[in-house]
């Protein structure tokens, strides 16, 4: 029986402790107020370094150039010069560097038919730039046209030199 005391001795003993080690509360401290130092003293200065330029600024965006060349066409036709496809390709390049920029096509013709004919040909010609150039991505809201007939040339219409030169599409920015 000795042994059957000892456990309930150790039973009420630890039903005596442990109840009071759990109704013991953590005392919390209060924190302490902050130290405060006397400012620093300024650094001494320092001696200036040379430094180094600033980079170059970054370049402006290439301005769209708009004196074009005159685009040729066949006789008596508004059938484009193969050699005008290299200048109405550069032409689109640089109408698509300021999409909100607006444009004159204005067609010739030489002097050869009647004034009537030349009038609805030029007008052709024109349309078959802005179909070109629409065909290119360039938005076809930008660009107007209007026909001369053979009221302003360019060169002298006696010869056929200057004749194929008046057979002709100018790009003007419309203002």
């Not at 405060?36 to 965006?61: H, L, M, N, V, W």
């Not at 074009?68 to 698509?96: G, H, P, W």
């Amino acid at each position: 029986m000795k042994k059957f005391n000892n456990i309930y001795v150790a039973i009420l003993v630890a039903a005596a402790v442990l109840p009071a080690c759990k109704a013991k509360k953590k005392v919390v401290e209060t924190p302490k107020p902050a130290v405060t130092y006397p400012a620093d003293p300024p650094a001494p200065a320092k001696p200036e370094t040379p430094q180094a330029p600033p980079p170059p600024p970054a370049p402006a965006p290439a301005k769209p150039n708009y004196n074009f060349s005159n685009i040729q066409f066949e006789f008596n036709s508004a059938v484009l010069k193969t050699a005008s496809y290299q200048v109405l390709d550069q032409v689109a390049a640089e109408m698509k560097k300021d999409q909100s920029a607006r444009f004159l096509l204005n067609g010739h013709s030489s002097a050869e038919g009647t004034p009537e004919h030349n009038m609805s040909l030029s007008v052709d010609r024109a349309n078959s730039v802005k179909t070109y150039l629409i065909n290119a991505g360039i938005n076809g809201d930008n660009m107007s046209v209007k026909g001369f007939g053979e009221s302003k040339p360019v060169s002298d219409n006696t010869t056929e030199e200057g004749r194929a030169l008046n057979r002709r599409v100018e790009i003007k920015l419309s203002k």
